[in-house]
């Protein structure tokens, strides 16, 4: 099947700082992916939805100037994370959308990123 | 406002028992329903998909089914084993230009041994 990787799978990093975080989609092409960030117990929440060689969009609430996106190829999508502070601190994943041959998009998740802000 | 609700939030049994998870959704317009499972520090994984004609369909010890007219859908797991323990999460897509996915909260599920 599809398989969505992300790297690092954890980063600790000091607050005030930026963090790079890598979404692969290793043996197919994706035009669209997603991030979602997931608080413990919680379910996943979708920050923004990126599209090959265009402007990510972002939901609403979720800060465009310090979640840069970027998905300059078929098969990475990047989030950055400026400034971070703690309270950013959390599970990020990402997700890639096929195109089956079923009439639906399926999306396929990355194993996750934990990021802890000290 | 599109919502996924599932039930129960956690249940615990014992390894070799069947649990069926519930979720009710109010998304609209519909193109699929999803369940994933969650494996605690990891991405989820898909388990089945349905879309509005199909009512049940099955992935090795798991079996989901689909009531569009009452908008409700159950995950039926079997001779539960250690492994099971997860979240499970439903999730329903939205039809049209709506691809968006709407997740429910998920039920947390530990078998014992």
């Known amino acids: 099947g599809a398989v969505v990787s992300q790297h690092p799978s954890r980063v600790i990093c000091k607050s005030g700082t930026s963090v790079k975080i890598e979404c692969r989609s290793l043996d197919f092409q994706a035009t669209t992916m997603f991030w979602y960030r997931q608080f413990p117990k919680q379910s996943l929440m979708l920050m923004a939805t990126s599209n090959e060689g265009s402007k990510a969009t972002y939901e609403q609430g979720v800060e465009k100037d310090k979640f840069l996106i970027n998905h300059a190829s078929l098969t990475l999508s990047t989030l950055t994370v400026t400034s971070a502070h703690p309270e950013d601190s959390s599970f990020y994943i990402c997700?890639?959308?096929?195109?089956?041959?079923?009439?639906?998009?399926?999306?396929?998740f990355g194993p996750g990123t934990r990021l802890t802000v000290t | 406002k599109n919502q996924v609700e599932q039930s129960p939030q956690s249940l615990i049994i014992l390894e070799g028992k069947n649990c069926t998870l519930q979720?009710?959704?109010?998304?609209?317009?519909?193109?699929?329903l999803r369940w994933y499972k969650q494996d605690t520090g990891r991405g989820p994984v898909s388990l089945t998909i349905m879309t509005f004609s199909e009512n049940t369909k099955s992935n090795g010890r798991y079996t989901a089914t689909l009531d569009a007219d009452t908008k409700q859908s159950s995950l039926h797991i079997t001779a539960s084993q250690l492994s099971d323990s997860a979240s499970y999460i439903c999730?329903?897509?939205?039809?049209?230009?709506?691809?968006?996915?709407?997740f429910g909260k998920g039920t947390l599920l530990t078998v014992n041994p």
């Open positions: 979720c009710n959704y109010t998304v609209s317009p519909f193109s699929n």
């Open positions: 999730v329903v897509s939205g039809g049209g230009s709506n691809y968006k996915l709407t």
């Open positions: 997700s890639a959308r096929d195109i089956p041959g079923q009439g639906h998009y399926e999306q396929y």
